[in-house]
C-alpha cells in the first residue's frame, strides 16, 4: 500500500544558546492546554549538540492528535489523492503522549526508532505515514554549535500520497529543500555569533509567510516575508540594546514596486521612501540630526519619468544653544 507523506501547513523552527532550551520549549508545548479553537502541534523533533560536539535528535508526536486525525481522514477517504488532518478543530489535546527516538551522529546512520504509546489504530497510520524527513532533519542538526539546541514543531498537516508528491510536486519538494538549505546556514552562523534565532512558516493557497526572529545580547531582528502568486512583501526591524531602530520595508506588485527605510536614534530621525511603477520613479528622503548645540535637517526629491527628469534638495542648520532658546 502506498504511503502518505505528512506536509505540515505551519512549521516553527527554533535554535538556541544550551543544550536544554530546546527541551524546555517541548515542556511548554506538550504541557499546554488547548480549547477547541486551538490549531494543534502535531509532530515535533529535538536536535542537542552537546558541548564534545555529538548530536542528537529525537522525532516525536501526539498519538491522541493523530488518531483523531486518522479516523477523521478515514472517514473522508485517507487513501485518496490528498486529505488534511484536521487537527484542533474539535479535539482537545493537552499533550504530546508518543515518543518517537531516533538518535543521528553526524558519522553514523540513524538508528530504528523505538515506539513507546501508541494506540491500535496509530500503530495502524503508523505504517502508512511517513514521518520527518531524516536528510533534513540532519542538515539542522548538523547546523548546531556545541552547547546548543534546536526544536521542529509541524502544525496543521496535509496528506498526499507518496507517489502524488514524487511524480507530481517536484517544485514544493524543491523549494522546501532549498529553504531548509538557507535555514541551516542561517542557524549554523547566528549560533556561532552567539544568537538564538526561530522561524515561523505558514503556507497555504499558494502564499507563504514566515517570519524570522535573531535575537542576540546587543540586537534583535525581526524579518517578515510574504510571497504570494505576483507578489512579495519583506518587513523587517531592528533594535539595539543602544535604542537604535531601523526598518525596511519592501513590497512588489505585477505593476509596483515600493520601499521605506526608516532609522532612529538617540540623536537621529532619517527615512527614504521610493516608488517605481508605469508612472515612472519616485523618491524621497528626510533626516533631522541633533547635537548638542545644533539642529540639522535635509531633504531630497528627484521624480523621472520617461521624458523627464526633476530633483531637489534642502538642507538647514539650527543653532541650539541655551542663550538662543532664551
Not at 512549521?11 to 530546546?22: K, P
Not at 502535531?42 to 483523531?68: F, H, Q, V, W, Y
Not at 554549535?145 to 496543521?156: A, K, R, Y
Not at 544568537?195 to 505558514?202: F, K, L, R
Amino acid at each position: 500500500m502506498d504511503k502518505l507523506k505528512r506536509l505540515p501547513t505551519q512549521i516553527y523552527i527554533g535554535a538556541f544558546q544550551g543544550v536544554e532550551t530546546a527541551s524546555e520549549i517541548e515542556r511548554l508545548v506538550t504541557e499546554e492546554e488547548f480549547d477547541s479553537h486551538s490549531v494543534i502541534c502535531t509532530n515535533m523533533a529535538i536536535a542537542r549538540c552537546d558541548i564534545a560536539g555529538k548530536t542528537r535528535i529525537r522525532e516525536l508526536g501526539n498519538p491522541e492528535a493523530m488518531e483523531a486525525a486518522v479516523s477523521s481522514a478515514m472517514l473522508e477517504g485517507l487513501l485518496g489523492s490528498m486529505s488534511r488532518l484536521m487537527i484542533g478543530s474539535d479535539q482537545a489535546v493537552s499533550r504530546a503522549a508518543k515518543y518517537v527516538d531516533a538518535t543521528y551522529n553526524k558519522d553514523s546512520d540513524a538508528r530504528v526508532p523505538k515506539q513507546r504509546r501508541s494506540s491500535a489504530l496509530v500503530k495502524v497510520a503508523q505504517k502508512q505515514l511517513q514521518g520527518m524527513d531524516k536528510d533534513r532533519l540532519a542538515k539542522l542538526g548538523g547546523a548546531l554549535q556545541p552547547g546548543t539546541s534546536c526544536i521542529v514543531l509541524f502544525f496543521d498537516e496535509v496528506l498526499v500520497k507518496t507517489t502524488d508528491y514524487d511524480e507530481k510536486m517536484q517544485g514544493h519538494k524543491e523549494g522546501t529543500e532549498g529553504m531548509v538549505d538557507i535555514i541551516s546556514a542561517q542557524i549554523k552562523e547566528n549560533l556561532a555569533k552567539g544568537n538564538d534565532i526561530a522561524y515561523h512558516i505558514v503556507m497555504e493557497n499558494g502564499t507563504i509567510a514566515a517570519t524570522r526572529t535573531i535575537e542576540g545580547k546587543k540586537a534583535k531582528q525581526v524579518r517578515d516575508i510574504v510571497m504570494g502568486q505576483d507578489s512579495l512583501l519583506v518587513d523587517q526591524a531592528t533594535m539595539t540594546s543602544s535604542g537604535r531602530v531601523a526598518t525596511d520595508k519592501l513590497v512588489v506588485t505585477p505593476d509596483t514596486v515600493t520601499r521605506a527605510r526608516t532609522l532612529l536614534t538617540s540623536s537621529v530621525v532619517a527615512y527614504e521612501v521610493s516608488v517605481d511603477d508605469e508612472e515612472g520613479f519616485r523618491y524621497d528622503a528626510g533626516s533631522a540630526h541633533v547635537t548638542e548645540n545644533l539642529l540639522e535637517t535635509s531633504s531630497e526629491h528627484a521624480v523621472i519619468t520617461d521624458s523627464s527628469m526633476a530633483y531637489s534638495a534642502e538642507s538647514v542648520s539650527i543653532e541650539t544653544t541655551k542663550k538662543l532658546e532664551n
